[in-house]
C-alpha cells in the first residue's frame, strides 16, 4: 500500500484525519471540525480553541477535558455554539464522516480519536496513551503517539512499583520535613490520590492550575487535597508559621524556588530504565521514574490491538529518532506498514 497523503502529523503538531477533521492543533478553512484528545499544553492551548471558534468550526473534547482545560484557559468553555462534548464510546455524525472517542487511560478525560470517513476509511490517532486500556479504536490507518520508542527493556520494576515505594518514601519523611512534589499535570494528581493523607495533612502549597486540576480530579472521586492556599501568598506565609512542615506541590520545577526547602520529588518519564524507581540525586532531591505514558511492550501490544493496515509515528512533539525507532519496531513485531510523519507528504487542499 502507498503512503497515504491526507493523514499524518504536520510540522507544528496538528495531527491531519482526512479533509475534515484536525486533532490537537490549529484547524484548518476546510476543516469541520478539531477534536482535542487531551488537556496536556502540548496538544491544546486557549488560541487554539479560540481560533475554531472565530472560523466557526466544531471543538469537540469530552468533558473532563474540557473542565480542566477551563482552569486556566480564559475561551468559552460552557456554552459556545461550536462547543461539542463528547464522551467515550459515543459518535458524534456529520454529512461525510463521524467522530468517536475511546478512553486513552493517560490523564483524566484523555481519549483515542477515530474519524469514520465516507471517502478515507476509518483514520485513527492514539493520542497520548496509558499502559492500561481495556477498549481500542478500529481503524484503517492509525497515527501513533512516540513518546516512547517502544523498545523493549529489561526493567524489573513496574509503574505500580514505582508509585508504591514513592508514596512510602514521601510518609516516611512527612513528619520530619518540607515535602516537594513536582510531577506532569494528571500524575500529579494520581500521586495526590495514591498518597491520600489529607485527613493528616489537610492543606498543601500550589498554584492556581495544581488547584483547578485537583478540583476536578476531586469531583471524579479521587483523594486529594482538602485546600490549597496559593504559593506567594499571605495565606502561604500564615501556613508556614502554623506548621513546623508543609507540603508544596507543582506541575513543573520552574514552580519551586531554586533551592527549595525541605525534600523534592521529581517524577517524571527520565529515568524508567533505571535498576530502581527511585534514584536520590543527593538526601534532599530525588528522581522518580513514573509516567502516564504507555511504555516498551505496551505500545506494541496496543498497536496490535488496533491492527491497523498502516502506522505513522508522530516526530513532532518528540525526539524524532523515537518515531523512527518506533515504526521500526512496529514494521518488524507486528507486520504492520509504518513510516514515520516526516515520510508523509500531505497533500494541499
Avoid at 456554552?79 to 464522551?87: A, F, T
Avoid at 501513533?144 to 505500580?160: A, C, F, I, P, V
Avoid at 490491538?305 to 521500526?328: F, G, M, Q, W, Y
Wanted: overall charge negative.
Amino acid at each position: 500500500m502507498k503512503k497515504p497523503d491526507f493523514v499524518g502529523c504536520k510540522e507544528d503538531g496538528t495531527i491531519v484525519l482526512g479533509n475534515h477533521v484536525s486533532s490537537d492543533g490549529k484547524v484548518e478553512e476546510h476543516n469541520k471540525a478539531i477534536v482535542f484528545s487531551h488537556a496536556h499544553e502540548d496538544h491544546v492551548t486557549n488560541n487554539s480553541i479560540a481560533d475554531a471558534y472565530l472560523k466557526d468550526k466544531k471543538v469537540v473534547m469530552t468533558d473532563d477535558t474540557r473542565k480542566l482545560c477551563a482552569t486556566t484557559m480564559l475561551c468559552n468553555l460552557v456554552s459556545d455554539y461550536n462547543l461539542e462534548i463528547l464522551e467515550h464510546g459515543k459518535e458524534l455524525e456529520f454529512d461525510d464522516f463521524s467522530i468517536e472517542l475511546l478512553e486513552a487511560g493517560h490523564i483524566l478525560g484523555s481519549s483515542q480519536i477515530l474519524v469514520n470517513d465516507k471517502k478515507y476509511g476509518k483514520l485513527g490517532y492514539s493520542g497520548d496513551i496509558g499502559e492500561n486500556i481495556n477498549s481500542f479504536i478500529d481503524a484503517d490507518i492509525l497515527v501513533l503517539d512516540s513518546t516512547y520508542s517502544g523498545e523493549h527493556t529489561n526493567r524489573k520494576w513496574t509503574m505500580q512499583d514505582s508509585m508504591s515505594q514513592l508514596v512510602e518514601d514521601i510518609k516516611k519523611h512527612i513528619d520530619q520535613d518540607d515535602i516537594n512534589i513536582v510531577a506532569d499535570p494528571g500524575l500529579l494528581e494520581l500521586i495526590l490520590h495514591e498518597l491520600n493523607i489529607w485527613n493528616r495533612v489537610p492543606v498543601v502549597i500550589g498554584d492556581k492550575k495544581e488547584a483547578g486540576w485537583s478540583q476536578v480530579y476531586k469531583e471524579k472521586h479521587y483523594e486529594q487535597p482538602n485546600a490549597y492556599v496559593l504559593k506567594g501568598s499571605d495565606d502561604e506565609r500564615e501556613l508556614k508559621i502554623q506548621n513546623q512542615f508543609n507540603i508544596t506541590v507543582a506541575h513543573n520545577r520552574s514552580k519551586l524556588d531554586e533551592n527549595p526547602k525541605g525534600i523534592t520529588y521529581i517524577a517524571k518519564n527520565f529515568g524508567i530504565e533505571n535498576e530502581e524507581p527511585i534514584n536520590e540525586v543527593s538526601e534532599k532531591f530525588k528522581l522518580v521514574g513514573l509516567s502516564c505514558h504507555a511504555t516498551g511492550k505496551s505500545i506494541l501490544n496496543y498497536v496490535e490491538k488496533v491492527s491497523p493496515d498502516i502506522v505513522i509515528t508522530d516526530s513532532s512533539r518528540t525526539n524524532t529518532e523515537n518515531a523512527k525507532k518506533l515504526a521500526k519496531i512496529v514494521q518488524q513485531e507486528a507486520g504492520i506498514q509504518s513510516f514515520t510523519s516526516d515520510e508523509i507528504k500531505l497533500k494541499k487542499i
